[in-house]
């Protein structure tokens, strides 16, 4: 009598993320976070433009502050992150923020405020903001199950992308209604709540110290490089981004001022203009995970930049009235697609990275990446102040935007569909499926 074989069951589906709790208050963390970094982002602008009168140039310095950090510390983060309790170190660059925000409000009372403590507190935030980003982002993938990373990411692309909807507007009525103490104090409180709830996730956040310990620093930063240069798909994908972010410095250092002084705009009215981008972004959060797993990963990382970034070409013919409407359209169309590519592209890196390479790759992209974004930020303010004038410079930023899409239109991912989620090969590149 022959016996019976039973086929084994089949694995059980990774638990969906809407019953992961650590998730949840990761996800809320984050958010809160990144609220609070999109209502300064507004709120110092803002001061230096009407309350503290700054010329184009110190906008433009202003601006780049934001993000010189990656340019200071983006390589080394990168490997002090891999090594570190990564949520602790999210909690700590929490905190640093905040008290550093606590003292602009100090110095308005005190009546010392100036453009110079603003470009250094946006500085420091800065480097306190690249520990943060780089951690949430490599962190991820301990939480969740790898067939769970894009939906993760869509969340908080969503989030972010909400706060950037709201941050700025809340800013500028805040500030218009409120002076400019009381929303900053908002900021700083902000930061700490998002630190309270990084101190609920119950799951490990162990460190690394044994990742690499036995090797110098500058071989880890070498290595996350070389990890990324010799990969075809994410060099193009890093070099789309370094571009698209370079010319986003141009506008951000200019933006401001164009709403304010030529288009004679309240800051309530600035706040709701800069939302709109952020509105596009909510739209394009809540529709890429559909829209990546309809189309394919490697054709949104191409297709969607190409399609969406042209849209920016109404912003420089922004007008009063009527109109601001062409501009507004082309704001919330190119949000849309940033936030469908970042889905797209974070996601894929996260797959293909080996857990131990994931901060220092992640770092290596932010460096390059958002180092472009500083170089571009103080070239929009030369330019704001050279012959090219204002609305100049938002024309070099429009049409340097809708360049950037080359990279990966021009790379080996215009003949795939997805990305194979099975490894990476010995070059450091991905392993990849054509359509």
Known sequence: MSERTTAPAPPRPPAPLGAHPAFWLFWAAESVSQFGTYVGNALLPLLAATTLAATPLEMGLLSAAETTGYLLIGLPAGVWVARARQRLLMRRANTGRALLLCTIPAAWWAGLLTVGQLIAVALLCGVLAVLFDVAYQSHLPALVDRDRLLEGNARLQSSQSLAQITGPGVGGAFAQLAGPALPVLATAAGYLTSTLLL????????????????RRLLAEIRAGLRFLVRSRTLWAITCCTAT????????SAVQVLFLTGVLGLSGSAVGAVLSVLGLGGVLGALSAY????????????????????????????????????????????????????????????????????????????????FGAMTVGALAGGLLGESAAGVRGTLWIAAVGTCLAALWVVCSPLRGMRDFAAAGVDGAGGAAERGA
């Open 290 to 369: 559909r829209v990546v797993r309809r189309i394919g990963q490697a054709r949104a990382v191409w297709l969607v930049p190409l399609v969406t970034f042209p849209a920016l070409l109404p912003v420089p013919l922004a007008g009063r009235g009527v109109l601001l409407a062409p501009a507004l359209a082309g704001l919330l169309v190119t949000g849309y697609g940033v936030v469908v590519y970042n889905v797209a592209q974070v996601s894929y890196r996260q797959v293909v990275c080996p857990e131990g390479m994931l901060a220092r790759v992640n770092a290596s992209v932010r460096f390059v990446g």
């Open 199 to 214: 101190r609920r996730v119950r799951e490990p956040d162990p460190a690394h110290p044994a990742e690499g310990a036995d």
């Open 244 to 251: 698209a972010n370079f010319f986003a410095g141009v506008l």
